[in-house]
């Protein structure tokens, strides 16, 4: 740790107005449009350069966690939901995880491929959103960039129409229950997530021109907020960001969780560590990801979708005592769900481990030596939510 | 400048030495504008197909919908509006077992009970205990999990209106109670007590589990139809004034 320290401090000193020392105290948010949420940074400034940052969270903290103790396992779902709002699938799929592995319970086959379906379209509505985000944050309302940006749009209202179909609601799903899932498929949904697919798949190198070809994009990006592979490794970066700074590592292929061991998974890395390499980690994903919710939609079989019993008080369901956590690959990094159970029907303690925290958590190492304006694309590279952040 | 900010050191990141023709970056505008302007190009010449299923509009690839010429239909298991389901004599069929107002997750449904009398004159009555003397939702508190929909034992409770809450232009016209939420044609299962059974072979809980996704009764997908909010009359709500 020190070797690092010795490159920049982040907890160096800085009087906040000191006329010798030159430098301005600039407050980057919380009321901005390209914080991706309320978010705070205090930049020092020596003209346009950064040369101190520190980060702020917070503002968006609704006490998820403090509501987990008092609600039931059943009622926790929708709360989950709303953590990390732009993959809501995934957050649900951490919650009752952890529920399952608690009360030992078997999710049958169909309700474990069903859940790695909705995670890849998931991951793949969410990285369009990060890649739209950033691009309309390097380019302004008025610029370029919302081009980018609606057409990404354009293309997660596919999959969200898919997602309404089957559980009734765009945003905030609310199917998975433990032991399963809680909707099934309707007809003709193979068809319209056939046709989804294509046509994403068909629109995609359209925002490769627009982004990862266009040598405006790469200058402002290239060399731009390198993250050290083993600086990233001891923050506890991990998803695209990690990926992209070399390390290979991918929860879905190291810890299988749900239907990932009977597919192959290929992980996209990239060797450089800066912004440019996090957007193309995140591009190459959405074409993986494409392909692997064909691969389980190809091979889903056949049979119930949930393996609990039916109650008829589902609000008194009991965990027993115990401890267990349980962690997945979120279109963020690593999304973590540490349940403490004391036999009632409330948990004891949950504590969600957020993605997006651990990615924030190196601002301050990557950010002193580079203008505001890249700032900014260190941040939306970052995709930070700050739902998931705060909670 | 003696303080001894060490932080100064910090090294700026080396730009690179471009030229006038580089740095106004005129291909790579022309590039990007291109495709826009392809675009651009087709939209206005094509004509737009008003096709609402917007995946397969042929021609031009204009995205929007014009609401409210044209609306996207809801798929059969929208989770909308709230409302409750009545009974052949116009009551709402819920019992009040409070088991909606036990599981929402935003504690949004206040229910208070009634007894009907042993000797009431309606067939249903005497066979049914417990009715909702007030069942209020606050819509605006409400999360739209569907958690109520499915706990409700007697079917009395359900999000298939095809619709979302309207608009209000107080907090208090978001408040929902019965007269506003019974809506429908009534609903009765062959598992309902004031049917008499011929025999007991028949078995307890046959109705279909399905109503927790498409709505018997009401038109299915795409009713879009707006519900009359009748805000002249006081809401006689005990649980969500706040004074």
């Excluded at chain 2, 009974?87 to 009970?113: F, H, L």
């Excluded at chain 2, 079917?155 to 209000?168: F, K």
């Excluded at chain 2, 007590?193 to 011929?198: A, F, H, L, T, V």
Aim: with cysteine; proline share 7%; charged share 25%.
């Amino acid at each position: 740790m020190t070797a690092l320290l010795r490159r920049v401090d982040p907890y160096l000193k800085i009087e906040a107005y000191d006329p010798e020392a030159e430098l301005m105290l600039l407050h980057f948010g919380p009321q901005h449009p390209s914080t991706h949420g309320v978010f705070r940074m205090d930049l020092y400034l020596d003209g346009e350069l950064i040369v101190k940052a520190v980060p702020h969270c917070g503002y968006l903290h609704r006490a998820v966690e403090k509501l987990c103790e008092k609600l039931a396992y059943v009622q926790l779902t929708p709360i989950v939901d709303k953590n990390d709002y732009v993959a809501p699938m995934t957050n649900e799929l951490a919650l009752v995880m952890a529920f399952e592995a608690l009360l030992k319970q078997d999710v049958p086959r169909r309700a474990r491929w069903l859940r790695s379906l909705f995670a890849e379209l998931q991951r793949v509505a969410s990285h369009l959103l990060a890649i739209g985000t950033l691009a309309i944050d390097l380019g302004g309302a008025l610029g370029g960039g919302t081009t980018v940006f609606m057409h990404c749009f354009r293309e997660r209202e596919l999959i969200l129409d898919l997602f309404e179909a089957v559980t009734g609601s765009r945003f905030h799903y609310n199917t998975h229950t433990i032991g399963g899932n809680r909707h099934d498929l309707p007809e003709g949904w193979a068809k319209q997530a056939k046709d989804a697919i294509r046509v994403i798949r068909e629109r995609l190198p359209e925002y490769g021109a627009l982004t990862i070809e266009n040598r405006i994009f790469q200058q402002r990006m290239q060399k731009v907020g390198v993250l050290d592979g083993e600086l990233a490794l001891e923050l506890g970066v991990t998803g695209p960001n990690l990926r992209a700074s070399g390390v290979d590592h991918d929860l879905r292929r190291d810890a299988p969780y749900a239907a990932y061991d009977e597919v192959k998974v290929n992980v996209v890395t990239a060797q450089t560590g800066d912004c440019f390499a996090r957007a193309i980690v995140r591009v190459k994903e959405i074409e993986e990801s494409l392909r692997l919710a064909e691969c389980f939609l190809d091979g889903l079989p056949e049979g119930p979708i949930n393996g609990g019993k039916p109650t008829k008080m589902a609000v008194q369901t009991k965990v027993p005592v115990g401890q267990t956590y349980v962690g997945i690959e979120t279109p963020r990094g690593e999304l973590g769900t540490w349940l403490v159970a004391d036999g009632t029907h409330t948990p004891y303690r949950l504590k969600i481990r957020p993605a997006s925290l651990h990615s924030l958590s190196a601002l301050p190492y990557v950010l002193p030596g580079h203008t505001v304006s890249d700032a900014i694309a260190i941040l939306g590279s970052l995709d930070p939510i700050m739902g998931e952040v705060d909670r | 400048m003696g303080h001894g900010h060490s932080s100064h050191a910090v090294k700026k990141k080396e730009l690179v030495e471009q030229d006038v023709r580089e740095r106004s970056y005129v291909p790579e505008l022309l590039k990007g504008l291109a495709i826009t302007t392809r675009h651009f190009l087709k939209n206005l010449f094509v004509e737009r197909d008003p096709n609402p299923q917007v995946v397969d509009r042929e021609g031009s690839h204009v995205t929007t919908v014009q609401y409210p010429e044209e609306k996207i239909p809801y798929p059969p298991g929208y989770r909308g509006l709230h409302r409750l389901v009545p009974r052949e004599d116009g009551q709402p069929r819920c019992v009040a077992c409070y088991m909606c107002a036990t599981i929402c997750p935003a504690q949004c449904i206040y229910i208070e009970a009634g007894e009907y009398s042993q000797d009431d004159a309606a067939a249903e009555s005497r066979v049914i205990e417990k009715y909702p003397k007030q069942f209020v939702i606050d819509e605006l508190r409400c999360i739209v999990c569907g958690l109520c929909v499915d706990a409700c034992p007697k079917d009395a409770i359900r999000m298939d209106t095809y619709t979302h809450t309207p608009s209000g232009e107080t907090r208090q016209s978001f408040v929902w109670d019965i007269p506003r939420l019974l809506q429908g044609p009534p609903v009765s299962h062959p598992s309902d007590p004031w049917y008499k059974r011929g025999n007991s072979e028949q078995p307890d809980d046959s109705h279909k589990e399905a109503h927790t996704r498409v709505g018997e009764g009401l038109h299915l997908g795409g009713g879009n139809k707006s519900v009359e909010i009748d805000t002249s009359k006081p809401v006689a709500v005990t649980k969500f004034l706040k004074g």
